[in-house]
């Protein structure tokens, strides 16, 4: 079965900082990676997706990830965070079988400090 | 730009009542999914469907029950409500072809007191 661990619940970084989110996954076949956001109170947005090709992605505001498959990682990146990037992240690896649902992971809340 | 709708924004129910949770897209799209989203926790799959007809069992369904006769809509149907059933519920869909990628709806509070 598939599963997705976000290690960090709660990251704090000061406004203009890098930032790097991480995400595990276990996935027997070639996996389809997703990064979503959700702002309070909102729904869950994508920022970016991998299924093939270019192991690193580029994404919505500013975002990367970069696919190690030999460390089964899908991080994602930005150089400078913005107060606006606030919100809750959530990576989540989908199959290409059957019901093609989404695991998520448990999500890793962003503090952006002025 | 509609993409997936979810209604009511806001619910709460007394135990023991009973409600559905609408949720319609227009992108005719084949999936449909209804996720719920505890606090400190990813979204947990309740029901799926592959079309108008098919539906099926996902992570947790128990307490919940599904139909799908179009396309576009597939209404979530709460029985009996409980207070475990206090949550964020989000229904996405999907075309299902690759990369698989999932649409969201903005979700309905439900408090179950």
């Known amino acids: 079965a598939q599963s997705v661990t976000q290690p960090d619940i709660h990251i704090t970084v000061s406004e203009g900082a890098s930032l790097e989110l991480r995400c595990n996954y276990s996935?027997?076949?070639?996996?389809?990676l997703f990064w979503y956001v959700q702002s309070p109170g909102q729904g869950l947005q994508l920022l970016l997706k991998?299924?093939?090709?270019?192991?690193l992605v580029q994404g919505i505001k500013g975002f990367e990830a970069e696919f190690k498959r030999s460390q089964s990682s899908f991080n994602l990146r930005k150089p400078s965070v913005h107060w606006s990037d606030a919100a809750e992240y959530f990576c989540?690896?989908?199959?290409?079988?059957?019901?093609?649902?989404?695991?998520f992971g448990s999500g890793t809340r962003l503090q952006v400090q002025p | 730009n509609a993409g997936v709708t979810q209604t009511p924004k806001f619910r709460i129910l007394k135990i023991g009542q009973s409600m559905t949770l609408q949720c319609t897209q227009d992108m005719n799209h084949n999936y449909m999914y209804w996720y719920r989203q505890d606090p400190g926790m990813g979204l947990k799959l309740i029901y799926y469907?592959?079309?108008?007809?098919?539906?099926d069992k996902g992570e947790v369904p128990n307490g919940y029950n599904v139909s799908r006769s179009t396309t576009e809509d597939f209404p979530l149907r709460l029985e009996l409500a409980a207070p475990s059933q206090t949550s964020v519920y989000f229904c996405a869909s999907s075309s299902g072809d690759p990369p698989y990628e999932q649409y969201f709806g903005p979700g309905t509070r439900l408090t179950v007191t």
């Open positions: 996935y027997g076949a070639t996996p389809y």
């Open positions: 991998y299924f093939s090709g270019d192991t």
């Open positions: 469907s592959v079309g108008a007809g098919i539906t």
């Open positions: 989540a690896v989908g199959a290409a079988t059957g019901r093609r649902a989404l695991t």
